[in-house]
């Protein structure tokens, strides 16, 4: 699966988070890694002890199942490893600052530095292999440590709140990729609690998917060069820009757009730019700056 442009959006809610096997002294070596913690829980976490990391997306069932080995090899080190899962489609900096071109994709680090290992999947005896000498890599370099199970006896574990029953419907049609069903659920619910403000970064966030998903990017930077004031072709670009992090590039594209429009082509594009904030979260400081230059655009 490529993913030439992961995703900047957080729909962690609607996801089914990647398979845990235990450790054999209970606990498990794997953690999730997010833009928020990978400096501490894998760069400064690999001065210590090995981290592997395996990027992942929910959108690729193969990726998702791939975890589920490289779970069970990195327990079998007894800690020598902690396995990091990092799901590209809600931590696009980590992808890009890897130069991921497709997950699953499995990196290691070594006291902050990356040892490439293996793009796709391979099976358990191979995993076991590359996992064995990247051990032996560390230890070359003094890294011998070894991490503490995550979850073990005695931890204090993390409750997880139960799911909303109200999603139930649209998290089914989101899982199996019905995105036009899904859409038309959280409109529903939207309907009927106006004021949620989950249920309406729900329903931008899965409107983005449906918009963007296998969409060739090159292909829709050239139709938006080659027609400017083709409103689909602009506001295609700025849905793949968000998604793949390139948020300001978005916001300016649409306020220019604005500023080169009027009356229902006006208002279409700043519906789609108010969308968009929703997508990136309100209280981002991007949307801020965005929504002072929408009102100097607007009056």
């Known amino acids: ?70 779970a ?38 070594v006291k902050g530095q990356p ?21 032996k890599v560390a ?37 199996s990729g019905d995105f036009a069903t899904a859409v038309a659920e959280y409109e529903k619910l939207l309907a009927q609690y106006p004021a949620d403000a989950e249920i309406g970064e729900r329903l931008a ?7 963007t998903t296998d969409i060739d990017l090159q292909a829709a930077r050239k139709a938006a060069a080659d027609a400017p004031d083709d409103l689909e072709a602009q506001m295609l670009v700025a849905d793949l820009d968000v998604s793949g992090g390139h948020v300001d590039d978005a916001f300016d594209r649409l306020i220019q757009l604005i500023k080169r429009t009027s009356d229902d082509d006006r208002e279409n594009v700043r519906t789609r730019l108010v969308e968009l904030f929703t997508v990136v979260g309100v209280a981002d400081p991007r949307v801020a700056a965005a929504r002072r230059a929408l009102a100097s655009a607007l009056f």
Not at 5 to 23: E, N, T, V, Y
Not at 36 to 41: H, V
Not at 115 to 135: C, K, N, W
Not at 205 to 211: H, Y
Request: hydrophobic share 45%; net charge negative; no cysteine.
């Open 72 to 109: 069970r090899v990195t327990n079998q080190f007894d800690g020598q490893i902690m396995l990091a899962q990092v799901d590209v489609d809600t931590n696009a900096a980590i992808a890009q600052a890897l130069d991921a071109k497709g997950v699953p994709m499995v990196v290691g680090l």
């Open 205 to 211: 966030g899965v409107k983005l998917l449906a918009r």
């Open 1 to 70: 699966m490529n993913f030439s442009r992961p995703g900047a959006i957080d729909l962690s809610a609607l996801k089914q988070p990647p398979a845990r096997p235990a450790a054999p002294g209970g606990g498990s070596y794997v953690v999730d890694i997010t833009e928020q913690n990978f400096q501490s829980a894998a760069l400064e976490a690999s001065l210590q002890y090995v981290v592997v990391l395996s990027l992942w997306s929910p959108r690729s069932p193969q990726s998702t199942d791939f975890n589920e080995i490289l």
């Open 139 to 175: 230890a070359e370099n003094g890294l011998t440590g070894r991490a503490q199970p995550a979850g073990a006896p005695g931890e204090e574990a993390e409750v997880e709140a139960p799911a909303d029953p109200r999603f139930a419907a649209a998290d089914e049609a989101f899982g």
């Open 115 to 135: 040892v490439p290992l293996f793009q796709g999947t391979l099976d358990e005896a191979e995993v076991l292999r590359y996992f064995s000498e990247l051990i």
